[in-house]
C-alpha cells in the first residue's frame, strides 16, 4: 500500500465491488460524452434435453455498434455448427436493435479462421500472447456484404512549402470518407508531418469511387491547386 497525505493506493486481486463502481461510473461518463443511452447485454445460449449447455455467447449492444465478448461450444457437440448458429443469432438480434456494425476479438489459438470465414475483417493484432500468439480483432457490417468491402494504404506526401495546409486538408478529407461507407483504420504520420500513410476500409467499391469523385474533396483540391498533397493508393488484403 501508498500512502499520500490522506489517500492510500492498493494493488490487489479481485473486487466484485470495484469493477461494479467503475462500470457504473464509466458508463454514466460514456452516455453523457456519445448520448447514447440504450447499452444492453446480449446472450444466445443452447441446451440439450436435459437442460445441459452446448453451447453460449454472449456480447453487448450500444447505439450501432454491437460486440461479442465470449463464444463457446462444449467439445463433444463441435463441428455441428454451432459456432454458426450462434453467430448468425447474435447478427440478427443486433439488426433488431438498430445496430450496423458487430465486433470481436479472437486468440490466434481460438477462431480467427471462423470469423474469417463469415464475413469478419480484421482490423488490428496485437503480439506478446502467452505462447507466441496474437489476439486478432474483427469488425463486421451488418447492412452489407463484407465480400464487398475494399481496404487500401494511402501514402501521401505533402509539399513541403504547405505542410499545415496539406495536412488541413487531409483532416478534411478523411471525415468525409464517413458519408461514403468509408473508415480510417490507421492513420501515421512521419516526424517532419509530411509524409502520411492511412489504411482506410469502403464497405464497397462504389462508396469508394464515390469517395473520390465527392464534390466537396474535388473543390478542396483545386483550392490548394500545387499545393495539394500527392497520393499513392494501393489496394491491399489480409494475409
Not at 460524452?33 to 454472449?58: M, Q, Y
Not at 455498434?65 to 463464444?71: F, H, P, R, S, T
Not at 461507407?181 to 490507421?186: A, Y
Amino acid at each position: 500500500m501508498t500512502t499520500t497525505g490522506s489517500t492510500n493506493l492498493r494493488v490487489y486481486g479481485k473486487d466484485e465491488e470495484l469493477a461494479a463502481r467503475l462500470e457504473a461510473e464509466l458508463t454514466a461518463f460514456n452516455q453523457q460524452a456519445t448520448g447514447a443511452d440504450d447499452e444492453a447485454d446480449l446472450s444466445v445460449k443452447v441446451t440439450d434435453s436435459g437442460g445441459d449447455l452446448v453451447a453460449g455467447l454472449t456480447g453487448w449492444s450500444w447505439g450501432a455498434c454491437a460486440g461479442i465478448n465470449l463464444v463457446w461450444v462444449h467439445a463433444d457437440r463441435r463441428g455441428e455448427g454451432w459456432g454458426s448458429r450462434l453467430l448468425a443469432a447474435a447478427e440478427e438480434e443486433a439488426r433488431r436493435r438498430g445496430c450496423t456494425e458487430i465486433s470481436v476479438a479472437s486468440f490466434s489459438f481460438q477462431a480467427p479462421d471462423f470469423y474469417r470465414r463469415h464475413g469478419y475483417l480484421d482490423t488490428g493484432r496485437r503480439e506478446g500472447i502467452p505462447g507466441g500468439h496474437v489476439d486478432h480483432q474483427f469488425w463486421k457490417s451488418l447492412v452489407t456484404d463484407s465480400a464487398t468491402a475494399v481496404r487500401l494504404v494511402a501514402l501521401v506526401e505533402i509539399p513541403a512549402a504547405a505542410v499545415e495546409a496539406g495536412q488541413q486538408y487531409e483532416d478534411t478529407v478523411l471525415s468525409l470518407l464517413r458519408r461514403h461507407g468509408g473508415r480510417v483504420e490507421r492513420r501515421l504520420r512521419t516526424g517532419d508531418g509530411r509524409t502520411e500513410a492511412h489504411v482506410i476500409r469502403f464497405d464497397t467499391r462504389a462508396g469508394y469511387e464515390a469517395a473520390l469523385a465527392d464534390p466537396e474533396r474535388t473543390a478542396l483540391r483545386t483550392m490548394l491547386g500545387e499545393a495539394a498533397p500527392t497520393t499513392r493508393v494501393l489496394e491491399v488484403h489480409e494475409v
